[in-house]
């Protein structure tokens, strides 16, 4: 069972920048895919990034495309969301993903690929 904990939200300006950080516990990180998703009031989760296990394929939706980069340092079980320039649509609950995977640069984009999740950080874009 992996467990995952998710940190690094916060309430920023408009044009501002938050790292997330997602932790994972056990030994064999290295062997999941790994994703981000966020969930606004009142809509459903909604993809935001997704990367390989290894290889450094990258998937990003569009709204989010050279604004947010994700990243992962497999020594420190740990996949990051480097998000730049915020705007207030990016309000929303942030969650990670993981899923087992053979396969060094397969990404999955849909939240029902994904086997574990963490609970969530709070992301707040003031305007």
């Known amino acids: 069972q992996v467990q995952l904990a998710e940190s690094g939200g916060g309430v920023v300006q408009a044009g501002g920048s938050l790292r997330l950080s997602c932790a994972a516990s056990?030994?064999?990180?290295?062997?999941?895919?790994a994703g981000w998703f966020r969930q606004a009031p009142g809509k459903e989760r909604q993809f935001v990034a997704a990367?390989?296990?290894?290889?450094?394929?990258?998937s990003y939706v569009d709204s989010v495309k050279g604004r947010f980069t994700i990243s992962r340092d497999n020594a420190k079980n740990t996949v990051y969301l480097q998000m730049n320039n915020l705007k207030p649509d990016d309000t929303a609950v942030y969650s990670c993903a993981l899923r087992s995977t053979g396969y060094n640069t397969d990404i999955y984009t849909t939240q029902n690929e994904y086997f574990y999740w963490g609970q969530g950080t709070q992301v707040t874009v003031s305007s």
């Open positions: 056990g030994r064999t990180f290295s062997m999941y895919a």
């Open positions: 990367m390989s296990r290894i290889g450094g394929m990258t």
